[in-house]
């Protein structure tokens, strides 16, 4: 199936085997039914140290290995290969013309030792002047509470003054600090509808895992923004994802999943996803 949610780059990076500026010399064709990819490698970001590499396109969804091809002339492009010798996300993975900020950012992604290395590449890029990027790194830095935690005062100024733009990951990214730039973004109407939800369920001094469990449990609306509210908090609490917050802001689960996710509140042990969000890059109406 040539299904996927929208993955970041970051996590794509993070999936991968091989990150690694490549030549394509060996394709297969769209429609061939799917065959080996043999590249050649430039510059290697991640991975075991090789001069070559084979990958491979599946039969039901191309990746893109073919279209960096030009008659014979191999082109370069920036490829993150996973464990099974496919791009992962499919066409996300061959990116054939990597702007230089992507480059750079994926780059230091590779070379990061720790957390607050982490948190400063993805807090440069959501400054960078490549949209994709920003996003990318919003939406990533959004969907992880241990990296939300490590964020110092100047990193959030920086990210807030990126709000308002054409995606909401800095929104969120505020919404689920709380603090004074969440304030103004209330009082101007600088938040869309599910995050004022979840804004107006002030649970900071919640600490206890257990007390937001019971929230999660004892809440019977199932378009409760309280109980979305109580899972954030406990993700934080934990400093850890439980769920994905576009899952659960979104109110995809189910009755039996809240029951899940109270007990993933308690433990601290985190979910796997059993649907599929919509793509966490999805721009402002």
């Not at 084979?54 to 490829?79: P, S």
């Not at 409760?224 to 934990?238: D, G, N, P, W």
Request: glycine share 8%; with cysteine.
């Amino acid at each position: 199936m040539c299904s996927t949610r929208h993955l970041t780059v970051f996590e794509i990076h993070d999936t991968a085997t091989l990150v690694a500026v490549v030549s394509v010399t060996r394709a297969p064709k769209p429609m061939s039914g799917g065959g080996d990819v043999d590249l050649v490698i430039h510059e290697r970001l991640k991975g075991a140290p090789a001069r070559t590499a084979r990958a491979r396109e599946n039969a039901a969804c191309t990746a893109g290995f073919y279209n960096v091809l030009v008659g014979k002339v191999a082109k370069t492009a920036l490829v993150f290969i996973g464990a099974d010798g496919e791009a992962v996300g499919y066409w996300s993975g061959v990116e054939e013309q990597p702007t230089p900020e992507l480059m750079t950012a994926m780059r230091d992604w590779s070379q990061a030792a720790d957390d607050a290395a982490r948190v400063e590449i993805l807090v440069t890029a959501i400054e960078s002047s490549d949209a994709a990027l920003g996003a990318d790194a919003a939406y990533y830095l959004a969907d992880e509470p241990r990296l939300l935690l490590r964020l110092d005062p100047a990193q959030v100024d920086r990210v807030a003054a990126k709000a308002g733009g054409d995606q909401w990951g800095p929104e969120i990214i505020l919404t689920r600090l709380h603090g004074a730039h969440l304030k103004a973004l209330r009082r101007r109407g600088g938040l869309p509808k599910d995050l004022a939800a979840i804004a107006k369920h002030d649970l900071e001094r919640v600490s206890r895992p257990e007390s937001l469990a019971r929230i999660i449990e004892r809440d019977r609306d199932p378009r409760s923004y309280r109980k979305v509210a109580a899972l954030e908090r406990c993700e934080r609490v934990h400093g850890r994802r439980l769920e994905r917050f576009s899952i659960y802001n979104s109110r995809y689960p189910d009755r039996a999943r809240w029951r899940q996710l109270a007990r993933a509140c308690r433990t601290g042990t985190p979910l796997t996803s059993s649907r599929r969000p919509s793509p966490s890059g999805a721009r402002r109406a």
